[in-house]
């Protein structure tokens, strides 16, 4: 592997603008890394080499003429396989769109192609974003860089691995419950999940719609803060983009984050959080208080909930977001059908895997006329009483902090017997979905077995600054961040 | 017949009109009707996976001017909601429609001195449509071809109370919705081809009683005649039932024009559940007073108001009622009553001679190469005496076919009113003194032969002898 690769974002820049490295050259090096290394991940559903390259010509002809270089010009990124990237394949992991290939492109596709950010490949996932181990890819099973024995997390599982083991400097993930958090934690990198509406969502391939946000992976928190400066910003072909201007949160990093006040969730920090995690928390309060910040105790009565709630949403939306998978237009159809209803049937029995039929089933189920209102209607109630347990806290501090995760990333198979305990891995990061704020999981150390932990932290609406502040400074004042896993 | 009077008939209706955007109410594609399949089908359209819904925002200015025409409420804010189920013409496998809180609340129409109630108003995507190889529906056909043209043009469903108590009032509410959607610009109102589409609500009680009997609906009904026969059959079919002793299930019910019956297209027990939920890809949306105000400024003269102002000019009501249900006639009637025409001569014209050119060619006005200016000049020439009223009568097909104005035509054949005292007197001499057996006739007491005089000497003058005189002289020179 070359070592420019292990390379922050912003190093590989100004290896490019020094001309110590061309940006054919650093995306070669990426594809010469996961021709090393994939093997052993298996990030990738594809490779967009093609695309990759030409962006990359276009920015050494850039650097030849001297002309501005977009801030992520040349560094290589993986997308989440569930992006739109025009005339390549979009599979969501699934079955059912084994052979789409895209005509269109996302909205943050184009912005990343107009920044000429080299999109190496579309990275593995769970199926539709629907896990938290990203074991129910149809097509792969990644495997977390730091022991292969184990889970990358999920959904966004291809993504972060790819960024953990160096394939790319940047990946993009979703995040409708934590598949973003859960993935950096369990990987030891960054992964951060913006406010809702702060990206678009125009050529994500729906999960939960009111829940669903693209964010950030890398391996350090500047470079995260870069990737959503891009990706950010309103956008008209998504109603539910937010019209509010974009920070430059790259720039914001160092400011003195003195007398800030800082909430640790208390429902999050006892029972069931694994003493080397809560280790991990102990140290990353103490680090806080080190940099001057008031720490206390918050309470969330209501977040008990969010688990029960999520699973009535998410999957009362996906259920409907998932119709259009009817084998009429495209994707997979059956090569059976005596009938219509037949042919829907099959197409779906046969396309869709275990977990999505799962989830289908329930959020059918909870539309269902005679339980809308004890089901879905009962879950919007809660979401509000969530939402305004966040707005009381946030009242009181700046930023709440909690673990990514009561656990570390877990062996394959262990718990895909038992979805409840699957579901569960969540019950740190469901709540921040289901309120619209915006989180990030930062690296806080290593458990008994050196697996890494991970420190989430989360903010009010749109306070997305003042969180890659806060976890910039928790960055800086430890060394365990830049840890690279041995492959 | 007997049995028939003991039933009084109850009929809602929903009212599905297609709003005349130039794109689609979530998506950029054009809206044309009768374009090649499937080449009005952006990734939204297809339901892409990814693609989201931007609302249209002439969509909403047209549903709240329709909403003001009928007189509804328009909330400060309704939203949209997924109405979910599987079929190929619906990309999504749901509609994006409107379920609990509408643009449109409330309202009225009103039909010969009754008043119609409305219900609601709300907006909705249309689907595409289908073909089916080998048989009229999808099963039992080869194979099935699926034109997402029109998938997403927008729908505004207008929903009536159940108000109309006859197929005729059923009709005339139809027609005077389709007069009031068209004058103010939002629907073209073509049943045939699918721009206006009705549904019925049809059910039958004994008179007198208070509760309503189970109603059926009737769907699939695409012209005023298929409207009132599907409503005809369905009450007889009800009353029927009712008179056996049966019961009328609730139930859709499919028109069939060629057979002139309904037949049962899903019963209550395996009707969809459509399990609405709320659009999340689209904020509820605010409709402030200042929009509305804005969209107020631009109503049109509602078809009641421009009866009511024709009749006052002298037009008797049926007049007024054939000009105003057709917007174009009386667009153009408008503008000859603003250029100062005399009114009864020109709606002479346009009832008579412009009414039977226009039904023989199978035209609308607007085909024709006749404008009001010319037609006014022409009004104005048989005032003024320059012509004859039969003149005119003449040459008006001229002036629709080819666009020529009156004094022209006038001109260059020479069709100016004789009304010289001199000239005629040596017409009518020449007719007096070339039939001297009818004169005898006459002056024997068979004054019925004066109109065989004034004809002979109005052919002899090639129509151009001013009647008034003619009469005159003749009298003279015969009494």
């Known amino acids: 592997m070359k070592e420019i690769l292990k390379k922050s974002a912003s190093e590989q820049r100004k290896a490019l603008l020094n001309k110590e490295i061309s940006a054919v050259e650093l995306s070669q090096a990426a594809f010469d890394r996961i021709d090393e290394v994939e093997s052993k991940i298996e990030a990738f559903n594809c490779l967009t080499k093609n695309t990759a390259m ?44 084994e052979n789409f290939v895209s005509p269109y492109n996302a909205t943050i596709t184009e912005k990343l192609l107009n920044n000429l950010v080299p999109i190496v490949g579309k990275a593995n996932l769970d199926e539709f974003a629907m896990g938290s181990s990203t074991e129910n890819s149809a097509f792969k099973k990644t495997r977390n860089p730091w022991d292969l024995n184990k889970v990358p997390g999920g959904s966004s599982g291809g993504s972060a691995a790819s960024v953990a083991a160096c394939e790319v400097t940047l990946s993009l993930g979703s995040d409708t ?66 019209d509010v201007p974009v920070e430059k949160y790259s720039t914001l990093l160092e400011n003195n984050i003195k007398g800030i006040k800082i909430g640790v969730i208390k429902e999050l920090m006892g029972e069931g959080v694994s003493v080397d995690v809560q280790k991990a928390m102990q140290n990353a309060i103490d680090t806080y208080k080190t940099l001057g910040a008031e720490i206390q105790e918050i309470s969330l009565p209501y977040l008990k909930h969010s688990i029960g709630v999520y699973y009535i949403i998410a999957t009362a939306e996906a259920s409907s977001n998932l119709a259009r998978f009817d084998g009429v237009k495209y994707g997979y159809r059956t090569k059976d059908a005596r009938s219509l209803i037949d042919m829907y049937t099959k197409t779906r ?117 003042k969180l890659f502040n806060a976890s910039y400074k928790f960055e800086q004042a430890n060394d365990f961040c830049y840890k690279l896993a041995n492959l | ?91 999504k496998g749901y509609q994006i429609s409107q379920y609990d809180e509408p643009i449109c609340v409330g309202g009225h129409l009103d039909i010969a001195g009754k008043r119609i109630g409305i219900t609601r108003a709300h907006l909705e995507e249309d689907a595409g449509k289908l073909v089916h190889a080998g048989s009229n529906g999808i099963s039992g056909s080869n194979y099935s071809l699926v034109d997402l043209n029109r998938a997403g043009t927008p729908l505004l469903e207008i929903v009536s109370e159940p108000d109309m108590r006859s197929s005729d009032e059923a009709k005339a509410y139809v027609e005077e919705l389709r007069n009031i959607l068209r004058y103010i610009g939002v629907c073209d109102g073509n049943l045939e081809e ?29 012209s005023f005649r298929s409207l009132q026969r599907a409503i005809e059959y369905e009450i007889e079919r009800q009353i029927e039932l009712v008179e056996e002793g ?21 019963g209550k027990e395996d009707a969809h559940d459509y399990r609405y939920f709320p659009e999340p890809d689209l904020m509820p949306l605010e409709i402030s007073q200042e929009w509305i105000d804005t969209i107020k400024a631009t109503m049109p003269e509602l078809p009641a108001a421009k009866r009511a102002r024709y009749m006052s000019l002298g037009l008797n009501e049926y007049d007024a009622g054939i000009i105003v249900e057709q917007m174009e006639l009386a667009l153009f009637f408008d503008k000859i009553i603003e250029l100062g025409a005399n009114v009864k001569t020109s709606i002479n014209f346009l009832m008579g001679e412009i009414a039977a050119y226009l039904k023989d060619e199978k035209l609308g006005i607007s085909e024709t190469k006749l ?21 005119g009568k003449q040459i008006i097909f001229t002036m629709l076919k080819d666009g020529t104005n009156a004094s022209q035509i006038v001109e260059k054949q020479g069709l100016s009113q004789i009304s010289d005292e001199g000239a005629l007197k040596e017409i009518v001499q020449k007719i007096v003194s070339s039939n001297p057996e009818q004169v005898n006739a006459y002056k024997s007491g068979k004054i019925q032969l004066f109109g065989f005089f004034v004809g002979q000497v109005m052919k002899e003058s090639k129509g151009r002898a001013n009647p008034k005189t003619v009469n005159e002289l003749l009298k003279e020179m015969l009494d």
Request: charge should be neutral; hydrophobic fraction near 40%.
């Open chain 2, 371 to 391: 404008t009001p200016e010319n037609l006014v000049e022409l009004v104005n020439l048989i005032e003024k005496g320059t012509i004859s009223n039969n003149i």
């Open chain 2, 1 to 91: 017949m007997e049995t028939r009077e003991k039933y009084e008939v109850v009929i809602g209706l929903e009212v599905h009109a297609q709003l005349k955007t130039k794109s689609k109410i979530f998506a950029p594609d054009g809206t044309e009707f009768g374009n090649e399949q499937n080449t009005q089908i952006s990734p939204i359209t297809l339901g892409m996976p990814g693609v989201l819904p931007v609302l249209n925002k002439r969509v909403v200015d047209m549903a709240i001017l329709t909403g003001l025409a009928l007189d509804s409420t328009i909330p400060s804010r309704c939203k949209f909601d997924r109405k979910q189920y599987f079929y190929p013409d619906l990309p």
């Open chain 2, 246 to 266: 049966e019961r009328v299930v609730q139930e859709t019910r499919l028109w069939d024009d060629n057979l002139g019956e309904t037949r049962s297209m899903r």
């Open chain 1, 54 to 97: 030409e962006t990359a010509k276009k920015v050494d002809e850039k650097i030849a003429k001297g002309e501005e270089l977009p801030l992520l010009a040349g560094i290589p990124l993986a997308l989440k396989d569930n992006m739109n990237l025009i005339g390549y394949p979009t599979t969501a992991s699934s079955k059912i769109l």
């Open chain 1, 177 to 242: 419950g934590g598949s973003i958090r859960l993935p950096g934690s369990f990987c030891g990198i960054i992964g951060m999940k913006p406010t809702y509406g702060r990206v678009s969502r125009y050529g994500l391939i729906a999960f939960a719609s009111s829940l669903d946000q693209i964010g950030p992976f890398s391996r350090c928190v500047k470079d995260a803060a870069m990737l959503l400066e891009v990706i950010s910003g309103v956008d008209l072909k998504d109603s539910t983009s937010l």
């Open chain 2, 194 to 222: 699918g721009s206006l589409r009705c549904d019925a609500n049809i059910s039958v009680m004994l008179k007198g009683a208070t509760e309503f009997g189970t109603r059926a609906e009737i769907k699939n009904v695409n």
């Open chain 1, 349 to 465: 029995a046969e396309g869709f895997g275990p977990e999505v039929k799962r989830r289908i089933m329930l959020g059918t189920y909870a539309l269902s006329s005679g339980y809308y209102d004890a089901y879905y209607k009962k879950a919007q109630q809660l979401r509000a009483l969530i939402k305004s347990d966040f707005d009381k806290a946030f009242e009181k501090v700046d930023l709440l902090l909690s673990p990514t995760c009561p656990n570390t990333a877990f062996e394959f198979g262990s718990k895909t017997e038992d979805p409840l305990a699957m579901y569960l891995t969540d019950i740190a990061t469901i709540s921040a979905n289901l309120v619209g704020i915006p989180g990030i999981s930062v690296p806080a150390g290593f458990d008994t077995s050196g697996m890494p932990i991970g420190l989430q932290i989360l903010a009010p609406q749109l306070q997305e600054a």
